[in-house]
């Protein structure tokens, strides 16, 4: 007989679906299938069951080659090289629950560094923004069941976040939406022709980098005010009836991704995207919101925000919190090499990092946590494999709308493996016996 | 645990009937108990100082998603006041939005040893426990917003009290939620289309059922039930000039209503930030103060409570589940907005606010609130706030206490005020001598908050049963004070126990404590048709699964404590 578990979350993107259902071998060691959840999601609980899969810590040798270590020395050369340390910097936290995040905010206070999540290359940007000009947004049910005005600018859910259009936006039939996709109107922005783009009603194919120019002109158009003939390639004509789309609808959203949070003007794109929103919102009701990509990048920043009020990128070597993105964000600190000892869990900065800070970390005392074999861990002196937070652990994740999810437990992790939690419960309680404070 | 006995202060317990008398107060196993019950204590000498019960807030946005929107989207909050990681404390940041640790921290400093966080959105409660749980020291509770969820428009539009009692019960499971709170009933709905509820009688766009209608089926429902809390209020018109007398209209619905619970609570509407609510004029030019209006209705209907929402006169941060709000406060101060709507329930606004003495309404505000205070007849019922941090940070009740307690205190600010005159004219807070003693203070800060809650078996007094929660001042009330002297006496508790334990001893936090949530569990006849309702709302309109909602496990939720109601029938 197998078994099934039902309102399984997937640990993949910011969706954070949460009606997954995992059928288990009668054993309950196996996941067999993996239903309602996107290819990558189920791709996700399927690899946990690599056989392959490191189940000891991996100490890299002076040839180059690893060799397996207890849990005890992988606790013990964590917390020397953390307590010893002048400046430490722990990254990534973006796919672990918010239980082990703060654990490793507890650490890192202790040791004084620095604590940063995947933010710092995608969505810091979106932070910064919002710190300057706020953001009116809401609940993905919200759009579900209310708007009748889609927009995806610089992003394309069709691959990065495959079910974010039929759970959320634009298929799904709410309870002011009966008629699902035919209430609703769809703009995409995107210089490229996706998969999203072709699903649109209009599809602005913005100058790569222009997209500044765009939504500035979007906002003069809602006042009807005069535009060049073209601006960002597009014509003025469409932008006069694409702000007339806008203004014309019920309720609406604008959904945006890296497409314009790392694009040329960066912060400027998002100002400019909210500031769009909140005019709206003197037409109609609209809202904004991020397409956060790792499942829990949100719930990192939410528990930075109420342990120490920002968001990402935060130093703590004085003993209090400071935050200074470009000054001390992760890549920065790496590349003017003022950390000494470089922490990785729960993200790969070795596959997305620029290749000099990655050079860097492979100078430094480093330990990455990782269920698997990434980049990041084979330029790491240590790496401590753990379970798969979310397949073999629980704990709470934050959705792209900040809407928090206790993750479930499907199956138990390899005999022997520790979990994030207790892992980094191990080495704070040797960084507190190494400092000597109770 | 060690037994201690708090010699020879001048106690305030308005349950005791303690008006400064000298006395000892012993602390048993956690409980206060007989000063002849403990055996070989350790002596606290209190002599020349003022000992109260632990205080008690009942009105405060202190955790959960609004609360850290407003601390991520301002980082300049947190400029100058960052405190680096000591002996036995976190490190600490942020003024009119503190992170959660300075948040346990300076409760304790004030004295107060009990919190109730006072918006908790349903779809994200577990956020708001998980800064409860990083909040050291204080016993916390929070209320989860009931006035626009969908279930409740539709069971009161149809009349069905017993199925909103149910659906309640149910949610505050869910949620491990305290009490039945209400936010713009109706108008945050409304907000889902960028509309309001501005009056009792306007009605909700498509549920069909009005603001008023909907606050007197929660008390129903919410004596139906017969919670340890009444129903509390935030009415509809906050912060419009004219205000009143939608406030009036709202007051209105407790007419006639008795409480039925076993808790000991006499009341059945509280009415939060009452401050925000007191206004007259029809324009800013002419905003004026309508405290009175307010706080005699207040004090002649004995089954209704207020807090009052001090203007503090800081720079702060706005937030409030009346998004309409929000929004049209950004229109009016042109300051970054933020706005978060939650599906089938719920809204939230967040936007920094200047109350600047140079500006005639900040004035006027600030002296309705010291009005309301003055004028209320009877403290039990009208209890200190600062609805932080809307009307200013918690951090402020030293100050508040300074203003109430010393009318030279309030003259020397009236004439600070750069528009002093207009501001005179336009409120009687210059025509009010009262000085409020410290047994009045005592139960509106205490003994007053704590049996409007149903917990006065366990907060509020020093009767020998209840927590052991002792605050220490050094303050003598024999002597004459300096309204600074009085303000920095409360600034920083000398000792503060919390259930047994000593928190602060000589002014600085020794201890964490053993923090506690505390959450109302009610027992409910089986209703069917209630969870059929629910199973298909999750079903259709939900962006999470049923099976997703309720919160539940050590990792939000260390130390609950639940109060039981039984209600079955
Ligand atoms: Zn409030």
């Given at each position: 007989?197998?078994?099934?578990?039902?309102?399984?979350?997937?640990?993949?993107?910011?969706?954070?679906?949460?009606?997954?259902?995992?059928?288990?071998?009668?054993?309950?060691?196996?996941?067999?299938?993996?239903?309602?959840?996107?290819?990558?999601?189920?791709?996700?609980?399927?690899?946990?069951?690599?056989?392959?899969?490191?189940?000891?810590?991996?100490?890299?040798?002076?040839?180059?080659?690893?060799?397996?270590?207890?849990?005890?020395?992988?606790?013990?050369?964590?917390?020397?090289?953390?307590?010893?340390?002048?400046?430490?910097?722990?990254?990534?936290?973006?796919?672990?629950?918010?239980?082990?995040?703060?654990?490793?905010?507890?650490?890192?206070?202790?040791?004084?560094?620095?604590?940063?999540?995947?933010?710092?290359?995608?969505?810091?940007?979106?932070?910064?923004?919002?710190?300057?000009?706020?953001?009116?947004?809401?609940?993905?049910?919200?759009?579900?069941?209310?708007?009748?005005?889609?927009?995806?600018?610089?992003?394309?859910?069709?691959?990065?976040?495959?079910?974010?259009?039929?759970?959320?936006?634009?298929?799904?039939?709410?309870?002011?939406?009966?008629?699902?996709?035919?209430?609703?109107?769809?703009?995409?922005?995107?210089?490229?022709?996706?998969?999203?783009?072709?699903?649109?009603?209009?599809?602005?194919?913005?100058?790569?980098?222009?997209?500044?120019?765009?939504?500035?002109?979007?906002?003069?158009?809602?006042?009807?005010?005069?535009?060049?003939?073209?601006?960002?390639?597009?014509?003025?004509?469409?932008?006069?009836?694409?702000?007339?789309?806008?203004?014309?609808?019920?309720?609406?959203?604008?959904?945006?991704?890296?497409?314009?949070?790392?694009?040329?003007?960066?912060?400027?794109?998002?100002?400019?995207?909210?500031?769009?929103?909140?005019?709206?919102?003197?037409?109609?009701?609209?809202?904004?919101?991020?397409?956060?990509?790792?499942?829990?990048?949100?719930?990192?920043?939410?528990?930075?925000?109420?342990?120490?009020?920002?968001?990402?990128?935060?130093?703590?070597?004085?003993?209090?919190?400071?935050?200074?993105?470009?000054?001390?964000?992760?890549?920065?600190?790496?590349?003017?090499?003022?950390?000494?000892?470089?922490?990785?869990?729960?993200?790969?900065?070795?596959?997305?990092?620029?290749?000099?800070?990655?050079?860097?970390?492979?100078?430094?005392?480093?330990?990455?946590?990782?269920?698997?074999?990434?980049?990041?861990?084979?330029?790491?002196?240590?790496?401590?494999?753990?379970?798969?937070?979310?397949?073999?652990?629980?704990?709470?994740?934050?959705?792209?709308?900040?809407?928090?999810?206790?993750?479930?437990?499907?199956?138990?992790?390899?005999?022997?493996?520790?979990?994030?939690?207790?892992?980094?419960?191990?080495?704070?309680?040797?960084?507190?016996?190494?400092?000597?404070?109770? | 645990?060690?037994?201690?006995?708090?010699?020879?202060?001048?106690?305030?317990?308005p349950v005791?009937k303690?008006?400064?008398?000298?006395?000892?107060?012993?602390?048993?196993?956690?409980?206060?108990?007989?000063?002849?019950?403990?055996?070989?204590?350790?002596?606290?000498?209190?002599?020349?100082?003022?000992?109260?019960?632990?205080g008690v807030e009942i009105h405060a946005h202190?955790?959960?998603?609004?609360?850290?929107?407003?601390?991520?989207?301002?980082?300049?909050?947190?400029?100058?006041?960052?405190?680096?990681?000591?002996?036995?404390?976190?490190?600490?940041?942020?003024?009119?939005?503190?992170?959660?640790?300075?948040?346990?921290?300076?409760?304790?400093?004030?004295?107060?040893?009990t919190a109730m966080e006072a918006a908790m959105p349903p779809?994200?409660?577990?956020?708001?426990?998980?800064?409860?749980?990083?909040?050291?020291?204080?016993?916390?509770g929070a209320y989860p917003v009931f006035g626009n969820n969908w279930f409740v428009l539709e069971y009161i539009k149809n009349r069905e009290v017993e199925n909103t009692a149910a659906y309640i019960a149910w949610l505050l499971r869910?949620t491990?939620g305290y009490a039945v709170k209400s936010v713009n009933p109706g108008g945050t709905e409304a907000w889902g289309?960028?509309l309001n509820c501005l009056q009792v009688n306007d009605p909700v766009p498509y549920f069909d059922v009005t603001p008023d209608e909907i606050t007197r089926g929660l008390i129903e429902a919410n004596e139906y039930l017969g919670l340890p809390h009444s129903l509390h209020i935030h009415g509809n018109n906050l912060g419009n000039p004219g205000n009143y007398t939608t406030t009036l209209d709202t007051l209105k619905a407790a007419s006639g209503q008795k409480a039925k619970n076993k808790f000991g609570r006499e009341t059945i509407l509280h009415h939060t930030h009452v401050q925000f609510h007191s206004y007259g004029g029809d324009k800013?030019?002419n905003f004026e103060s309508k405290a009175r209006e307010i706080i005699d209705y207040i004090n002649k209907h004995k089954n209704i409570t207020a807090d009052v929402g001090f203007v503090?006169?800081?720079?702060?941060?706005t937030m409030t589940a009346d998004g309409p709000f929000e929004?049209h406060l950004?229109?009016?101060?042109?300051?970054?907005?933020?706005?978060?709507?939650v599906?089938l329930e719920t809204a939230a606004g967040?936007?920094?606010?200047?109350?600047?003495?140079?500006?005639?309404v900040?004035?006027v505000q600030w002296a309705i609130g010291l009005e309301i205070a003055l004028l209320a007849k009877d403290p039990m019922r009208v209890f200190i706030s600062t609805d932080h941090?809307n009307a200013?940070?918690?951090?402020?009740?030293?100050?508040i206490?300074?203003?109430l307690?010393?009318?030279?205190?309030?003259?020397?600010?009236?004439?600070?005020?750069?528009?002093?005159?207009?501001?005179?004219?336009s409120s009687e807070i210059?025509g009010i001598?009262r000085?409020l003693?410290?047994y009045e203070v005592a139960a509106m800060t205490r003994a007053g908050p704590a049996k409007c809650l149903g917990l006065s078996h366990l907060y509020g007094s020093?009767?020998?049963?209840?927590?052991?929660?002792?605050?220490?001042?050094?303050?003598?009330?024999?002597?004459?004070?300096?309204?600074?002297?009085?303000?920095?006496?409360?600034?920083?508790?000398?000792?503060?126990?919390?259930?047994?334990?000593?928190?602060?001893?000589?002014?600085?936090?020794?201890?964490?404590?053993?923090?506690?949530?505390l959450w109302v569990d009610v027992k409910v006849n089986?209703n069917?048709q209630v969870?059929?309702d629910?199973?298909?709302?999750?079903?259709?309109?939900?962006?999470?699964?049923?099976?997703?909602?309720?919160?539940?496990?050590?990792?939000?939720?260390?130390?609950?404590?639940?109060l039981e109601v039984d209600a079955t029938r």
């Amino acid at each position: 007989m197998t078994k099934t578990v039902t309102d399984v979350i997937c640990p993949f993107c910011g969706t954070l679906c949460d009606d997954i259902e995992v059928v288990l071998s009668d054993d309950g060691k196996k996941i067999l299938e993996v239903v309602n959840a996107c290819a990558i999601g189920a791709q996700k609980f399927h690899h946990a069951m690599a056989e392959d899969r490191p189940k000891k810590p991996r100490m890299k040798q002076p040839d180059g080659t690893y060799k397996e270590v207890s849990y005890d020395e992988a606790v013990e050369y964590t917390a020397q090289m953390l307590a010893n340390a002048k400046k430490p910097l722990l990254y990534g936290w973006s796919s672990t629950s918010c239980e082990a995040d703060s654990i490793g905010n507890e650490i890192t206070e202790l040791c004084g560094g620095c604590v940063d999540n995947t933010a710092a290359v995608c969505h810091g940007t979106t932070l910064i923004a919002l710190q300057d000009v706020g953001v009116p947004s809401c609940t993905l049910g919200e759009v579900r069941n209310r708007a009748d005005r889609i927009i995806y600018w610089g992003c394309n859910p069709a691959h990065a976040h495959p079910r974010h259009m039929s759970r959320y936006s634009i298929f799904p039939r709410g309870f002011f939406t009966g008629k699902g996709s035919q209430s609703r109107k769809v703009i995409v922005v995107d210089p490229r022709v996706t998969d999203t783009a072709k699903l649109a009603d209009y599809h602005y194919q913005v100058e790569q980098g222009r997209d500044y120019e765009l939504l500035q002109a979007f906002r003069t158009a809602l006042k009807g005010e005069w535009l060049p003939d073209t601006v960002a390639g597009i014509p003025k004509e469409k932008i006069y009836e694409g702000a007339e789309v806008m203004k014309s609808g019920r309720f609406g959203i604008i959904f945006f991704g890296m497409g314009v949070t790392q694009s040329l003007s960066k912060n400027h794109n998002i100002d400019a995207a909210i500031c769009l929103t909140k005019e709206l919102n003197t037409y109609t009701k609209f809202t904004i919101m991020p397409m956060r990509g790792h499942y829990n990048v949100t719930g990192h920043g939410e528990v930075l925000g109420w342990q120490y009020g920002f968001p990402y990128s935060v130093d703590i070597s004085r003993g209090y919190a400071r935050y200074n993105p470009g000054d001390t964000s992760t890549i920065d600190l790496l590349l003017r090499g003022e950390v000494d000892a470089f922490f990785s869990i729960a993200t790969d900065p070795g596959a997305h990092f620029p290749i000099d800070a990655v050079r860097r970390i492979s100078e430094l005392p480093s330990v990455a946590v990782d269920p698997f074999i990434t980049p990041t861990t084979e330029v790491s002196k240590l790496h401590v494999p753990v379970a798969f937070v979310g397949i073999e652990v629980g704990g709470n994740a934050y959705r792209m709308d900040n809407v928090p999810i206790d993750c479930r437990k499907v199956i138990d992790p390899p005999e022997g493996v520790l979990t994030d939690e207790q892992f980094l419960e191990r080495v704070l309680k040797r960084i507190r016996e190494l400092k000597g404070v109770k | 645990m060690t037994e201690y006995l708090i010699k020879n202060g001048f106690v305030f317990d308005p349950v005791l009937k303690l008006k400064g008398e000298k006395a000892d107060v012993a602390i048993r196993d956690g409980k206060i108990v007989e000063t002849t019950e403990v055996k070989k204590p350790k002596v606290i000498d209190a002599s020349g100082m003022t000992v109260m019960a632990g205080g008690v807030e009942i009105h405060a946005h202190i955790a959960g998603p609004k609360v850290n929107s407003g601390r991520i989207f301002r980082p300049e909050d947190k400029l100058f006041n960052t405190v680096p990681v000591k002996k036995n404390m976190r490190a600490q940041g942020g003024f009119s939005i503190p992170t959660t640790y300075k948040t346990g921290y300076a409760y304790a400093q004030l004295g107060y040893t009990t919190a109730m966080e006072a918006a908790m959105p349903p779809l994200f409660a577990r956020h708001v426990h998980e800064e409860m749980r990083d909040t050291p020291i204080l016993d916390e509770g929070a209320y989860p917003v009931f006035g626009n969820n969908w279930f409740v428009l539709e069971y009161i539009k149809n009349r069905e009290v017993e199925n909103t009692a149910a659906y309640i019960a149910w949610l505050l499971r869910a949620t491990k939620g305290y009490a039945v709170k209400s936010v713009n009933p109706g108008g945050t709905e409304a907000w889902g289309w960028g509309l309001n509820c501005l009056q009792v009688n306007d009605p909700v766009p498509y549920f069909d059922v009005t603001p008023d209608e909907i606050t007197r089926g929660l008390i129903e429902a919410n004596e139906y039930l017969g919670l340890p809390h009444s129903l509390h209020i935030h009415g509809n018109n906050l912060g419009n000039p004219g205000n009143y007398t939608t406030t009036l209209d709202t007051l209105k619905a407790a007419s006639g209503q008795k409480a039925k619970n076993k808790f000991g609570r006499e009341t059945i509407l509280h009415h939060t930030h009452v401050q925000f609510h007191s206004y007259g004029g029809d324009k800013w030019a002419n905003f004026e103060s309508k405290a009175r209006e307010i706080i005699d209705y207040i004090n002649k209907h004995k089954n209704i409570t207020a807090d009052v929402g001090f203007v503090t006169l800081d720079e702060t941060t706005t937030m409030t589940a009346d998004g309409p709000f929000e929004y049209h406060l950004s229109q009016l101060n042109h300051l970054k907005w933020v706005n978060a709507d939650v599906e089938l329930e719920t809204a939230a606004g967040v936007v920094p606010y200047v109350y600047s003495p140079d500006i005639f309404v900040c004035g006027v505000q600030w002296a309705i609130g010291l009005e309301i205070a003055l004028l209320a007849k009877d403290p039990m019922r009208v209890f200190i706030s600062t609805d932080h941090p809307n009307a200013g940070p918690f951090t402020r009740y030293p100050r508040i206490l300074k203003w109430l307690m010393s009318a030279k205190a309030r003259e020397e600010q009236i004439k600070a005020f750069k528009q002093s005159d207009k501001v005179v004219n336009s409120s009687e807070i210059a025509g009010i001598d009262r000085e409020l003693d410290l047994y009045e203070v005592a139960a509106m800060t205490r003994a007053g908050p704590a049996k409007c809650l149903g917990l006065s078996h366990l907060y509020g007094s020093l009767k020998p049963g209840v927590d052991g929660d002792v605050a220490v001042y050094d303050f003598n009330p024999e002597k004459e004070h300096t309204p600074d002297q009085i303000e920095k006496a409360f600034s920083s508790v000398k000792y503060l126990f919390k259930r047994g334990e000593k928190i602060i001893d000589n002014h600085e936090i020794v201890s964490h404590g053993n923090k506690r949530t505390l959450w109302v569990d009610v027992k409910v006849n089986e209703n069917l048709q209630v969870m059929r309702d629910i199973q298909e709302k999750f079903m259709k309109y939900y962006t999470v699964t049923l099976g997703n909602y309720e919160v539940h496990g050590r990792h939000f939720i260390p130390n609950p404590f639940a109060l039981e109601v039984d209600a079955t029938r």
